[in-house]
């Protein structure tokens, strides 16, 4: 099995604390979708015939394209890959985009899955962020999704926003909860050097993120959404049982995926590509028939360090076994001191060769991991 990754380069403006790639010039959008398109067919011998069971449109803004240009795609999937007959196709979206008749057109086109962008429900924040909806639109647009008949909705929440207390959060998260949608994703506000923020925060008109204070709301998510119900299945991300992401966890998991559009990334198992973080450069390629990415052919290293990355964050967290058979390393080995530490200080569970970091190990996910990795030779 494997997943398509749909990167759709355009915004309608720019969220102050955002550093994918995209552009408010939506004047060449039509032409960047046939290029999309064009890069679907071109790619098509690279997942070797593997099933698709996930297509992903993220962005961006996938939510700003209209019937033709979301089904010019989507036939193209269909006409080029074999695809399952029950696979999650997902669109990220604004909630100011979806109006009850577009998404009656989604669930038309065959999307079976919504990830809403909603970050806060409350307005001063979502004016913080510079985000294009209401918090009245964000409420209405999940409650309408259910009445088309969505049975799969994410939400995306944003915390650590600067507040003298905790009660906005505690306030977004009752909301979230009120809504019930299958999934919420909660990610830690950051400041990226190039983004908005970041210009902000060099010239000191923002505050730098409260460490402590995030990781108290970090404590107050992971408890809140467990005592609703939610299982937290990765570091940021919660759902109600059977309701994960097969996407995202397919990334997690190891599974292969293609990346098209500008700035995507493609894995085939041994190797990574990733497409040229530029619209004119991309859409010039493309108009001759060339894909423009560079190419990295993954070490042991890589891959070992990828696989404890990415899995430490997860429920399932990292397979002592398939490390040392199909990676040829005995963490439990190599690291049998730092495990031993983690364990007794509740950092983390081994159970059948399968270490599981805890809800307190999982705040500090990304340093254990670094702790593990192994240095390329």
Known sequence: MAGIYIHIPFCKQACYYCDF??????????????AIARELVLQQPYLAGQTITSVYFGGGTPSLLD?????????????????????EITLEANPDDLSLDKLQLLQQLGFNRLSIGIQSFYEPHLRYLNRAHSTEEAKRCVQQAKEVGF?????????????????????DLATAISLNPQHISAYCLTIEEKTVFGRWLRHQKIPPIDETFAANQFEQLVSGLASAGYEQYEVSNFCQPSWESKHNSNYWKDVLYLGVGP?????????????VANN?????????????????ELTQADRINEYLMTRLRTKWGCDLAWLKQELNYDLAVVQADYIEGLIRNGKAMLENRQLVLTSAGKLLADGIAADFFVDSE
């Not at 049975?151 to 306030?171: E, G, K, M, R, T």
């Not at 700035?263 to 497409?275: E, I, K, L, T, V």
């Open 21 to 34: 790639h995209f552009s408010t010039n939506q004047e060449r959008k039509t032409d960047m979708v046939r």
């Open 67 to 87: 019937e033709e240009e979301l089904r010019l795609l989507l036939d193209t999937i269909y006409e080029q890959y074999t695809v399952s007959s029950d696979p």
């Open 151 to 171: 049975n799969n909705l994410s939400i995306d929440l944003i915390y650590a926003i600067p507040h003298p207390d905790h009660s906005v959060w505690q306030a």
């Open 263 to 275: 700035s995507a990334h493609s894995f085939n198992g041994n190797s990574r590509q990733y497409n």
């Open 280 to 296: 004119s450069k991309y859409l010039n390629a493309l108009a001759e028939s060339q894909v423009p990415y560079e190419w990295e």
